[in-house]
């Protein structure tokens, strides 16, 4: 079975090949081919695949390619990790943002919309190029802003795109964890778009346990996003929020610690990842150390800002553990490719799902996984409050996609303008026309 890994020169990569090499069972992945613009960053990816491997009977073969139909030309899975513009275009996304006083971060506020408008037409062709050369592949998407993402390849895909996201996992298993529950034997009642969800139940042998952590505020202060809401915020929602929401909840206090950061986040890994790679062009460089090092300070700085503004200090050791959006990415291919019932937190097309939005729309939700492909499964109503915030998103989503297509940058403008968390028409023709100034990849927008 072979499985394309576009940004295949990315720092996550090896995440995910080491998930392959725990799968030894009939009708796993067999062969890898690394797709990506940089042939440097595909070299030193590669060799620590194959330190990874050394020693490992039958682990899947590795190549690496700088021509996209050639990766995708017979595959039976395509995970997408691109980055348009890389961690520099991001680092200017903040940058851009916070000179007008809005967030900057990848996948909310300002910064999620520049990093949709100049991802979606790069993500939309390789829909295109999936649908003609591998017509039967499945597409697992984690590229940001994932659902927008996963939303426009769906207009070319249908359901055989999925987006992936590691944080609703992360968040339901460090729950699980503080009550005492098994995380496998547990089901995640968790609705809401990428990045804009909440985790409202818990359930373990057909009882809900998350009243039980809501009800006791030493229990809501153990684990990271009890610390970065405070108990009397979750207890007021009733409901534990994602992580990311913190940059709607606490919007001006996280954006002011953006400001008064040394670096934003975007910049430190642009500088941590860059002397990653400069290391691995020497041959001497012992490639898996290197990058395994560079993880582990890369977890530890994750979110620093908002630990910051909530005053709550350094993450705890426990917290270091990701959701593993390469463990959520090998179940989905394995409950496709082994018709192995799963249930997964995923980013599909809504159906019927949520009322207030439409069947095209992209959501996050619980989903049962089989070989036909992944089915969001029924939810009650989100409060008023979520929905609300769901629509708004969801909107703003759209004239992005709308943008995208059109190369409108009237349409950009309201985009911005109409995002929660920049308001502002003025704003928002600054922001179109600071972001033109700094990505090429955005001289279409007219």
């Not at 039980?212 to 809401?229: H, I, K, N």
């Not at 800002?305 to 394995?334: H, P, Q, T």
């Not at 940058?409 to 985009?415: I, Q």
């Amino acid at each position: 079975m072979k499985l394309a890994i576009l940004g295949g020169g990315g720092f996550r990569v090896p995440l995910v090949y080491g998930a392959l090499l725990g799968d030894r069972a009939e009708g796993r992945v067999t062969d890898v081919v690394l797709h990506d613009l940089d042939a440097a960053r595909l070299d030193a990816i590669a060799r620590v695949l194959a330190d990874q491997a050394a020693g490992i009977p039958d682990a899947p073969s590795v190549t690496a390619t700088t021509d996209l139909d050639e990766a995708l030309r017979g595959a039976d899975f395509v995970f997408s990790a691109i980055r348009v513009g890389g961690l520099e275009g991001r680092a200017a996304d903040e940058r851009v943002a916070l000179a007008e006083g809005v967030l900057g971060q990848e996948t909310v506020g300002a910064g999620g919309i520049a990093y949709g408008l100049r991802t979606v037409p790069v993500a939309v062709d390789i829909a295109r190029r999936v649908a003609r050369l591998a017509p039967d592949a499945w597409v697992i998407n984690f590229t940001n802003p994932a659902g927008l993402v996963t939303e426009a390849m769906s207009r070319h895909l249908g359901d055989r795109v999925i987006g992936i996201c590691d944080s609703p996992v992360g968040l339901g298993r460090r729950v699980a964890q503080v009550l005492g529950a098994d995380p496998d034997e547990a089901f995640f009642d968790y609705v809401g778009l990428n990045h804009l969800g909440w985790l409202r139940g818990l359930h373990v042998a057909g009882r809900d346990e998350l009243p039980r952590l809501l009800a006791e505020p030493e229990l809501l202060v153990s684990f990271e996003q009890g610390r970065l809401f405070g108990p009397d915020w979750l207890q007021s929602l009733g409901a534990i929020p994602n992580e990311y929401l913190h940059y709607y909840y606490f919007n001006r206090d996280t954006v002011r610690a953006y400001q008064q950061a040394e670096r934003t986040r975007g910049a430190f890994l642009h500088h941590q990842q860059a002397r990653f790679y400069t290391d691995m062009r020497h041959p001497g460089t012992p490639a898996l150390k290197a990058w395994t090092d560079t993880l582990a300070e890369r977890e530890a700085a994750y979110m620093a800002e908002n630990r910051e503004a909530a005053g709550v200090g350094e993450r705890a050791e426990e917290d270091l553990e990701s959701g593993g959006y390469e463990k959520v990415a090998l179940a989905l291919m394995r409950a496709i490719a082994r018709d192995e019932r799963s249930t997964l937190i995923l980013n599909v097309r809504n159906g019927t799902t949520l009322s207030a939005l439409d069947a095209d729309a992209v959501i996050e939700v619980p989903c049962s996984v089989d070989a036909n492909g992944a089915h969001p499964m029924a939810v009650t109503p989100l409060p008023g409050h979520a929905t609300g915030l769901v629509c708004a998103v969801k909107a703003v989503e759209r004239e992005v996609l709308e943008a995208a297509d059109s190369g409108s940058a009237t349409t950009a403008v309201k985009a911005f303008a109409l995002h929660p968390l920049v308001d502002s028409v003025t704003v928002a023709r600054r922001l179109v026309d600071g972001y033109r100034g700094v990505h090429p990849g955005l001289a279409y927008l007219r």
